[in-house]
């Protein structure tokens, strides 16, 4: 039986960062990841656009591949927050906030391309790919893991499992954690378009009854967006031909970047919200997506997963054992608070911008009026947007473990 110190569960983009994160420690480490790599299937690496915040920026840099993402990433200097049909607007720019990106957009292929060619290059790291974990027992000492691979099963030992197997995390389910779920009744539809004019580094955020329409600067002139829309309307959205699709999407977003010429394939996702009951078992952790599900609205959900690995990295390095009692309960107490705040914050904006009870829309309008008058709240909003408010483990620092 092969043994080691950590087993990520999940080769998507949180656990290969945890991966490469760790490396500096000198552990033995493996991923399991169903997806063969050489598939080009893997779901967190698809053609859907994210944004990297500045912490997330940070910790790239401090495990030395900031250089590689940033020469496909197109920077945020200004995001422009608006209310269809109302007055209401607001915008933060980062020559105010005193940086030269509010944040990054990149595709998240091209991310997992760079995440994929790093590893390959990580000491003491094993990437067992396709492969499957069919069981998990713990003991005090470690956790033994069943894994399927070519057809055959074994049993590994390790001394912490993580979870970073996603949303509907099998390891998870495995170590009894439960989660709390609440469907939102609404479905993102994703892409890329070309507008008439270009978006000169501007994320548009446009917030309607039926949800948010996020469009953000991609390379080439073109633009990501995530279109939130009803649950019931969206089969019939999404069988729109390329014409009558962009028409209603103008008619949501307006004419700020002119005409909306061309729109390449769609995809969609439902949403909802989702928050494990705790973040660890007996040799067990969650981290990412297997720990909470947000709504994009404030495109946070990789950055929030990036923090918990930030976090996770910083209590390991501290420690003998990766999977003792003191430094699970460490990691759980330190992600606890970030975690409830962006959770509560997404939620709180997804709902109170679905509200068009009076006299709700012109309070919205008003504190959005507010907020664009007053730079002090800004500063505080784009730093908890930046990933940069509270107590930031070393990564998110852009410190180098070792």
């Known amino acids: 039986m092969k043994h080691y110190d950590i087993v990520i569960a999940g080769g998507g983009m949180v656990g290969s960062s945890l991966a490469l994160a760790l490396a500096p420690l000198g552990l033995r480490v493996a991923i399991v990841e169903q997806v063969a790599r050489a598939a080009g299937q893997q779901p967190s690496f698809d053609d859907r656009s994210t944004a990297l915040s500045r912490s997330t920026q940070r910790m ?45 957009v990149v595709i ?29 027992k713990t003991d005090a000492e470690a956790a033994t893991v069943s894994i399927e691979q070519d057809g055959a099963t074994a049993e590994i030992r390790c001394r912490l499992l993580v979870a970073a197997d996603g949303a509907n995390s099998q390891v998870r389910e495995m170590a009894g954690i439960g989660v ?3 469907a939102y009744r609404q479905r993102a539809i994703i892409g890329n378009l070309l507008p008439e004019k270009p978006l000169r580094n ?76 705790r973040l660890t078992a007996r040799r067990t952790v969650l981290v990412g997506n297997s720990a909470h599900g947000l709504h994009p609205a404030a495109a946070q959900g990789f950055n929030l997963g990036l923090r ?11 420690a003998g054992d990766p999977g003792a009692v003191d430094v699970l309960a460490r990691y759980a107490e330190w992600r606890r608070s970030d975690q409830r705040k962006l959770v509560h914050f997404t939620d709180g904006l997804v ?17 959005m009026l507010a907020f664009d008058l007053v730079p002090g709240v800004r500063r505080m909003f784009a730093k908890h947007t930046m990933g940069l408010a509270g107590r930031l483990p070393r990564l998110s620092r852009g410190v180098p473990l070792a």
């Open 60 to 104: 790239f840099e401090a495990v030395g591949i900031w250089d590689a993402v940033v020469a496909a990433a197109t920077p945020i200097t200004n995001i422009h927050v608006s209310d269809k049909g109302r007055f209401g607007f607001a915008h933060i720019d980062a020559a105010e906030q005193g940086v030269e990106a509010l944040g990054y």
């Open 108 to 136: 998240n292929r091209v991310l997992g391309a760079v995440l994929q060619e790093s590893l390959e290059s990580v000491d003491g790291l094993d990437v067992l790919c396709p492969a499957r974990i069919t069981a998990a």
């Open 180 to 182: 709390n779920q609440v």
């Open 202 to 277: 501007r994320a548009f955020e446009r917030f309607t009854d039926d949800g948010p329409l996020a469009v953000l600067p991609v390379a080439e002139g073109r633009a990501g967006f995530v279109w939130v829309v009803a649950e019931r309307d969206a089969d019939r959205v999404l069988a729109l031909d390329d014409d009558a699709f962009l028409l209603e999407l103008q008619q949501t977003f307006g004419h700020r970047l002119g005409a909306l010429t061309r729109v390449g394939q769609r995809g969609s996702y439902p949403l909802s919200l989702s928050k494990a009951v």
């Open 308 to 318: 918990d690995v930030a976090a996770l990295c910083d209590c390991i390095a501290e």
């Open 351 to 367: 709902r109170l911008f679905g509200d068009s009870r009076p006299p709700i829309p012109a309070l919205r309008d008003a504190g």
